[in-house]
C-alpha cells in the first residue's frame, strides 16, 4: 500500500500499515527514552535524597542510627529527637507492625530487650505495647517512656528540616505499606523520607503498590552486581555493611556512575570512619551522630 492510502479518506487517520508503523515507531522511542532517562531519573532521586554522590574523601552523611542511642533510649522519641537536633542531616529507625496494625518503632521481633514485658510485637496490640516501659532499661531517668507509634515520630520529624530513613523490618504486605505511605503523605513527608529494608518480598510490593516512594535494598553481603540488584527493585541505592565494600573498594564507583547511593552500617569508631570516607561512600549509619558529627568537623579540610 502506498503512504497515500494510508490514511482514511473520510477521517483522515491512519490505517493499516501506516498506523502498525506509527505504533511501533512510538514503542521503540518509548523503549529508548526508558533506556536513556531511566538511570537520570535514578540518579535525580539518589542526589535527591543523599545530595551530590561523594568522591573518596569527601564528607558522608550521617544517620543517627535508631536515633542517637548513646543519648537516649533507642527508637524512643527522647533518642529520636536528639538526633534531630543535632547537625546531622538523617535520623534512621526500625518499624514493625502492632498485632492490629499500627507501625510501631522498635528494632527487635520481641518487647524482652527494650522494655519490661516479653513477647513478639506482633502479638501484642497497640494498647499493650504503649503500658510497656521502654525507658527504664537505659536510664531511670528515662522511665515510663512509651514505644512510639510511626505517627508521633513523623510528628517530630515534620517540625524540622531533616530526612529520615524508615528500616521497614521483616515482610510488609500492600495494605500496611499503603498505610505508611499514606501517614507520610498525610504529614508532607513523602519527599523527606526513603524506605529500607533487607527483606525482597516487601522491596517488591513497595515498588508495586508504592512507587515513587523512594527505598533502599539493605544487604548485608553485596553480590557480584549489586547495580542489578538496585535496579530489580527500583531502588536508589543500597546499605551494606563495611567489610562487603572494603572487599571489593571498586564497587563504590560502579554504583555511582549508575546513578545510585551506597551508605554503610553501623560505624561507631574513629578508624571506620575514615575507612568509610577513603571509599567515598555517601553516608555512614551510626549509633553515635553527635560524636561523628563533632569528628568530621575537627577533621575537615583547613581545620
Known amino acids: 500500500m502506498s503512504m497515500a492510502t494510508a490514511f482514511h479518506p473520510v477521517s483522515g487517520t491512519p490505517t493499516g500499515p501506516m498506523l502498525r508503523l506509527i505504533v511501533a515507531s512510538a514503542l521503540t522511542l518509548s523503549f529508548v527514552l526508558v533506556l536513556v532517562l531511566g538511570p537520570s531519573a535514578n540518579k535525580s532521586h539518589a542526589t535527591s535524597m543523599f545530595g551530590s554522590l561523594r568522591e573518596p574523601g569527601d564528607s558522608a552523611l550521617i544517620a543517627g542510627h535508631r536515633g542517637d542511642r548513646s543519648a537516649a533510649p533507642e527508637n524512643t522519641l527522647p533518642a529520636l529527637q536528639s538526633a534531630l537536633d543535632g547537625s546531622m542531616v538523617y535520623v534512621e529507625t526500625d518499624i514493625r507492625l502492632s498485632a492490629d496494625g499500627v507501625p510501631v518503632l522498635i528494632h527487635d521481633a520481641t518487647v524482652d530487650r527494650t522494655t519490661n514485658g516479653t513477647g513478639r510485637v506482633s502479638d501484642l496490640t497497640l494498647a499493650q505495647l504503649q503500658q510497656l516501659d521502654a525507658g527504664s532499661w537505659f536510664a531511670k531517668a528515662f522511665a515510663g517512656l ?36 499514606t501517614l ?83 560505624l561507631n569508631q574513629k578508624q571506620s570512619w575514615r575507612s568509610a570516607l577513603s571509599l567515598g561512600v555517601d553516608g555512614i549509619i551510626t549509633d553515635k551522630p553527635s560524636a561523628l558529627d563533632s569528628w568530621l568537623a575537627a577533621t575537615a579540610p583547613g581545620t
Not at 219 to 245: H, K, N, Y
Open 184 to 266: 507520610l503523605e498525610s504529614h508532607g513527608l513523602a519527599k523527606r523520607v526513603v524506605v529500607a529494608s533487607f527483606n525482597t518480598d516487601t522491596l517488591s510490593r513497595l515498588q508495586d503498590v508504592v512507587p515513587d516512594l523512594p527505598r533502599m535494598v539493605i544487604i548485608r553481603d553485596l553480590p557480584r552486581d549489586p547495580v542489578a540488584l538496585v535496579q530489580e527493585f527500583g531502588a536508589i541505592g543500597v546499605v551494606t555493611s563495611p567489610p562487603s565494600v572494603e572487599a571489593d573498594p571498586a564497587v563504590v564507583d560502579r554504583i555511582h556512575r549508575a546513578g545510585f547511593g551506597i551508605l554503610l552500617y553501623t
Open 146 to 181: 512509651q514505644i512510639p507509634t510511626l505517627d508521633s515520630f513523623l510528628g517530630l520529624l515534620a517540625q524540622s528540616n531533616k530526612k529520615a530513613m524508615l528500616e521497614l523490618k521483616g515482610e510488609w504486605g500492600e495494605e500496611a505499606l499503603t498505610a505508611v505511605n
